[in-house]
Each structure stands twice: as structure tokens, then as C-alpha cells.
Nanobody, 124 residues
Framework: QVQLVESGGGLVQAGGSLRLSCAASGGTIRWHAMAWFRQVPGTAREFVAGITPGGSSTLYKDSVKGRITISRDNTKNTVYLQMNTLEPEDTAVYYC?????????????????WGQGTQVTVSS
């Protein structure tokens, strides 16, 4: 069973940047699509970005396109989320997830392993 651990969250001013990391252990993620989701208390968890196993194809939530980039290093069993030009609306707990398949999808039911989340807070 793969375990995922996120890190890199924190408090940043609007316009700033953060880089989140998701380290996998207990198995390899190299054959699976991976994704980042986020959740604000009281709301549904939403898809932010996804990436295919080899990293050649990505998928993004429309509102983050051009500001956020997902990448992966399969040699390190790690996925990253580079977030630039952050906005207060990006404030949430960010979760890393491993897909059942090779295609990143927007639905939470397409993922079978989740990290514990890392808090990102963007002040105005």
C-alpha cells in the first residue's frame, strides 16, 4: 500500500510562491497518474492538477492555469506542485493523490491513495 506525505505548505502573501512536494513510500507511483486536490472547510475537495505516469501530459483546473505547474520525478517517487502568483482564493488544504489508472481525472473516486494534506494560506 502506497503512503503519500505532502510538505511545503505555509503562509505566504498574495503574489508569492510555494512549492509543494508529495513523497511516496511503500510502493512505486511510476505507473500511475498523480494529482493534487485542495479543500476548504465546509466545501467539496476539488481537483487542481494531474499528471500522467511519464509526465508528458498534464491537466489543470481552469482557474490555476498559467500559475500552477505539476511535475514529477519518478526516480525520487515524488510529485511536485509549483504555485506562483498565489491569490487568497488559493487558501486551502492541499492533498496529493494516486490514481487507479494512467489518466489523471478530476473526480475523487478515480484515486485510491491520499496524503494527509498540507495547509496553504495566502494573505491579502
Amino acid at each position: 500500500q502506497v503512503q503519500l506525505v505532502e510538505s511545503g505548505g505555509g503562509l505566504v502573501q498574495a503574489g508569492g510562491s510555494l512549492r509543494l512536494s508529495c513523497a511516496a513510500s511503500g510502493g512505486t507511483i511510476r505507473w500511475h497518474a498523480m494529482a493534487w486536490f485542495r479543500q476548504v472547510p465546509g466545501t467539496a475537495r476539488e481537483f487542481v492538477a494531474g499528471i500522467t505516469p511519464g509526465g508528458s501530459s498534464t491537466l489543470y483546473k481552469d482557474s490555476v492555469k498559467g500559475r500552477i505547474t505539476i511535475s514529477r520525478d519518478n526516480t525520487k517517487n515524488t510529485v511536485y506542485l509549483q504555485m506562483n502568483t498565489l491569490e487568497p482564493e488559493d487558501t486551502a488544504v492541499y492533498y496529493c493523490a494516486k490514481a487507479y489508472s494512467t489518466a489523471p481525472r478530476r473526480g475523487i473516486d478515480d484515486y485510491d491513495a491520499w496524503g494527509q494534506g498540507t495547509q496553504v494560506t495566502v494573505s491579502s
